[in-house]
């Protein structure tokens, strides 16, 4: 499967914008955004269960925009444009993802299409 197909399917779930300004910091070096934590909750739960790409990219998607989302509140900014983040960035952690247990017989059938479109 492709990743550009992946994401297209994936990143409908995703609303265009989520407010990032609760954003507070946890421990030594976490961050807590509980409205992007609630969305990312809903966006997984509209996900069919059997659409294993789609769940992967969203959980995906979720840590590529937790990570814009620390950058961008640190600018001062207020709210992430999920479309806006980088495809490359989401490409890493689905990559890195499909590298757990489990994902063995997907990572065969992946295809990094970014460099190609």
């Given at each position: 499967?492709?990743?550009?197909?992946?994401?297209?399917?994936?990143?409908?779930?995703?609303?265009?914008?989520?407010?990032?300004?609760?954003?507070?910091?946890?421990?030594?070096?976490?961050?807590?955004?509980?409205?992007?934590?609630?969305?990312?909750?809903?966006?997984?739960?509209?996900?069919?269960?059997?659409?294993?790409?789609?769940?992967?990219?969203?959980?995906?998607?979720?840590?590529?925009?937790?990570?814009?989302?620390?950058?961008?509140?640190?600018?001062?900014?207020?709210?992430?444009?999920?479309?806006?983040?980088?495809?490359?960035?989401?490409?890493?952690?689905?990559?890195?993802?499909?590298?757990v247990e489990g994902w063995a017989e997907h990572a065969i059938l992946y295809e990094n299409d970014l460099d190609?479109?």
């Amino acid at each position: 499967m492709k990743f550009t197909e992946i994401y297209g399917r994936a990143i409908q779930y995703w609303p265009d914008e989520v407010l990032i300004s609760d954003g507070v910091p946890t421990g030594d070096s976490g961050f807590n955004f509980p409205t992007l934590t609630k969305v990312w909750d809903n966006v997984e739960d509209s996900v069919d269960q059997d659409d294993h790409w789609s769940e992967l990219a969203v959980w995906s998607m979720f840590q590529a925009f937790h990570t814009e989302s620390r950058r961008l509140l640190a600018d001062g900014k207020k709210a992430i444009r999920t479309r806006q983040v980088s495809l490359s960035d989401v490409e890493s952690y689905l990559a890195e993802n499909l590298k757990v247990e489990g994902w063995a017989e997907h990572a065969i059938l992946y295809e990094n299409d970014l460099d190609t479109c």
